[in-house]
């Protein structure tokens, strides 16, 4: 491995896949040998290769430029995948599952009788100043009680190994397409790869994104109509939603496809006439769901939704409301509500987190904020946060300002070393930070993607991940222990068999 290898410079990193320079971790030498063995030039090819792929199949993704225009890109990737080994995966998997439980009941509860904050276990004052609080929806009882039935948990490693939730989403999450579409390209460019590994599949998320769904359905029927709603075209997931859509076998519709009528059943106009929906898969915010209800001026919405969903008529996936924990001054409360409605300790912890809301944290935080990361309740995205390390005296003094004006908005930090991957970086190999986005699906019963999302951060140095801030993404792979090899043939014939599938 001495060509590949010898100069990687993984020191003061956790590495996913090397333990340091020519030594890979155990249970990765194969997967290590294999990329050594294909030479500077070729694993350079195998990139472009890869990056034309991704042109061919069409997998894009939106950014928004400062002058307010929208840029279609090519989604970034990179072929060295990320790999995890089984038996330290179902630990997170039951961490992920045990977490979005208690979250759920955590909703519920809110949305009711309150007891988490009566027991004074969780502040009054942090759900009064709640943004995504839905008073439209007190008392409602959705499907099997669930408010968030997709949920992606971003996880990072820090320098020590240890696995951290690094924050909830579970609004209206999205990325899921590109793990699909991660594993596809890497198929198609690197057949090899597999024929030391059978990382364990990840294509079954669409049906069982569908089941899920169909779960949900107010009707009794083998087959519900499920559809995804969309703001359109120029939304920035619009690739995930068409993707989905089609991969479930769902119809892709806008608000304008939909009505409710005097019955408060929801239906969908077709070329036929009227079609009732049964469950809808919005990726649309909650005050652009329903301008009766919410927004006024809302054009995305349908009126009377929230109605239909009231009375029990319709299903919607997530509910609303659901974004009440998709708010980082909850996530720091995650611990205790894990705690009060499981009475289990977390499987996963937290970040160490700073709640600048109380006197103390706050204190520190304003004295130490060079080196701290500082984060608003709700932004996403990379968006909105101070990394208190790179940032100017300038940026330190505004972001005390604002934590000074609203500290019940804040949390803080510390700066974690998360861990890394080797990515080609023209022709060499580097280590780029990564963090890893799992699925939770929850209805009748939970389930969680075999992996999920890789982020990179493709920039030297740098720990932000997201695509619209320069991020890319990578293959995830959780490794079977001690699953047998596969010859050379049954690897050959896989990659086949999905090349197949793509030309069709």
Avoid at 215 to 221: H, T
Avoid at 308 to 330: C, R
């Amino acid at each position: 491995m001495q060509t590949a290898w010898a100069d990687y410079a993984c020191e003061g990193f956790y590495d996913e896949l090397m333990e340091g320079p020519a030594q890979a971790r155990a249970g990765c030498e194969a997967l290590a040998a294999d990329i050594d063995a294909l030479g500077p030039d070729e694993l350079a090819a195998r990139q472009q290769a890869a990056e034309a792929s991704i042109k061919e199949m069409g997998i894009t993704f939106t950014v928004y430029s400062e002058e307010g225009g929208m840029i279609d890109r090519a989604w970034p990737f990179d072929v060295v995948p990320r790999v995890i080994q089984e038996p330290e995966w179902r630990r997170v998997e039951a961490g992920l599952k045990q977490r979005v439980e208690a979250l759920n009941l955590f909703i519920d509860d809110l949305y009711h009788e309150q007891r988490i904050v009566k027991d004074k276990i969780f502040p009054q004052a942090v759900l009064a100043k709640s943004v995504n609080f839905r008073p439209q929806c007190v008392g409602v009882d959705p499907p099997l009680g669930i408010w968030a039935h997709i949920c992606g948990s971003d996880l990072v490693r820090d320098k020590d190994g240890t696995i951290y939730v690094l924050e909830d989403n579970l609004r209206v999450p999205s990325g899921v397409s590109y793990m699909l579409e991660n594993r596809l390209v890497t198929k198609r460019v690197l057949p090899e790869l597999f024929e030391h590994y059978a990382p364990l599949p990840v294509d079954d998320y669409p049906s069982q994104l569908f089941d899920t769904l169909a779960a949900l359905s107010p009707r009794p029927a083998e087959y519900p109509e499920v559809v995804v709603l969309t703001p359109g075209i120029y939304n920035s997931a619009y690739f995930e939603h068409a993707y989905l859509a089609q991969q479930m076998g769902a119809e892709l519709v806008e608000g304008r496809d939909l009505f409710v009528d005097s019955d408060d059943c929801c239906y969908m106009r077709t070329v036929d006439g009227p079609a009732r929906v049964d469950v809808i898969y919005r990726r649309i915010d909650d005050l652009f769901l329903d301008p009766e209800a919410f927004n006024p001026s809302s054009i995305l919405g349908v009126p009377g939704l929230l109605r239909a969903w009231k009375a029990g008529n319709v299903a919607l996936a997530n509910a609303p409301g659901a974004g009440v924990a998709d708010d980082k001054v909850v996530y720091a409360f995650v611990p205790e509500i894990i705690k009060y409605y499981l009475d289990q300790d977390p499987i996963i912890p937290n970040v160490p987190t700073y709640r600048c809301m109380e006197p103390d944290a706050l204190a520190y935080v304003l004295e130490h904020i060079a080196e701290l990361v500082v984060k608003p309740a709700n932004e996403s995205g990379g968006y909105g946060m101070l990394v208190g390390p790179a940032a100017s005296q300038a940026e330190c003094n505004k972001f005390v300002a604002l934590v000074k004006s609203d500290p019940r908005n804040y949390i803080a930090q510390p700066t974690l070393t998360i861990s890394t991957v080797p990515t080609v970086i023209k022709r060499e190999l580097e280590p780029r930070h990564v963090d890893l986005r799992p699925f939770i699906l929850s209805a009748d019963r939970q389930s969680v993607t075999m992996g999920g999302l890789t982020r990179v951060a493709l920039r030297k140095g740098s720990l932000v991940v997201n695509s619209s801030q320069g991020g890319g993404s990578k293959d995830t792979w959780i490794i079977p222990e001690g699953a047998p090899e596969q010859s050379q043939a049954q690897a050959q014939s896989e990659a086949q068999a999905q090349a197949q599938s793509q030309v069709r």
